[in-house]
């Protein structure tokens, strides 16, 4: 079985500052990881993947993560938040192959102070 | 290159009613994830198909039932509806493929309300 757990439900920054979204995962095979982002009515959209290789991997809009495996964690973080950054986020595990079943987190929905 | 659709945004049902909601995947794909999502959650994994079966089903009661056709599109019939069925089911495509990364694709999802 995997899970991920998303610490906060909700998050603030202020523009301009780091934005840090925080996931842990738990799963008995290597994992494959994710990062979605949903705005308001609308379906979910891939930020950005770890599979295999490189535990750095960057995505769209300035986003970045990391895998650590030693921490099971797959944090999501962005230097400089922008207003358009404002919406929920969702972490997800599967296992590894093209037809897991992928599992989400409950969300972390990030707020932009002007 | 058309994305996930799915048909009809918005619905409103009673208590007992049954309901089908239809989703055609991106071109290429050849599988189809649902899920449902409550307010305020994350998406609930509730069945997979391919190659027109059911692959893999969640934690779901049997009132939710689905079926693929030959052209990869699916649909998602839930029977006897509950108050706690309201929600936004989401439909997500992806390549069966051991070479692919796993990447759901979307579409903008079916909010059901149920009365």
């Known amino acids: 079985a995997q899970s991920v757990t998303q610490l906060g439900s909700h998050v603030s920054v202020s523009e301009g500052a780091l934005v840090l979204l925080r996931c842990n995962y738990s799963?008995?095979?290597?994992?494959?990881l994710f990062w979605y982002v949903q705005y308001p009515n609308q379906g979910l959209q891939l930020l950005l993947k770890?599979?295999?290789?490189?535990?750095l991997v960057k995505g769209i809009n300035g986003f970045e993560a990391e895998f650590k495996k030693s921490e099971t964690s797959f944090h999501l973080t962005k230097p400089s938040a922008h207003m358009s950054d404002a919406a929920e986020y969702f972490c997800?595990?599967?296992?590894?192959?093209?037809?897991?079943?992928?599992?989400f987190g409950t969300g972390t929905k990030l707020q932009v102070i002007p | 290159d058309a994305g996930v659709t799915q048909s009809p945004t918005h619905l409103i049902k009673t208590r007992g009613q049954q309901v089908t909601l239809r989703c055609s995947p991106k071109?290429?794909?050849?599988?189809v994830s649902w899920y449902q999502q409550a307010l305020g959650q994350g998406p609930q994994f509730i069945f997979q198909?391919?190659?027109?079966?059911?692959?893999q089903r969640g934690n779901f009661p049997d009132r939710f039932s689905g079926h693929q056709f030959p052209n990869y599109s699916s649909e998602l019939n839930v029977n006897a509806l509950l108050l706690g069925d309201s929600a936004l089911y989401l439909c997500?495509?992806?390549?069966?493929?051991?070479?692919?990364?796993?990447?759901?694709?979307f579409g903008e999802g079916s909010r059901l309300t149920v009365l």
């Open positions: 997500a495509s992806s390549r069966s493929d051991r070479r692919d990364t796993g990447e759901l694709f």
């Open positions: 799963s008995s095979v290597p994992p494959y």
């Open positions: 770890y599979t295999t290789g490189a535990t």
């Open positions: 997800a595990v599967s296992g590894p192959g093209g037809y897991q079943k992928v599992t």
């Open positions: 071109s290429g794909h050849d599988t």
């Open positions: 198909y391919y190659e027109e079966e059911e692959r």
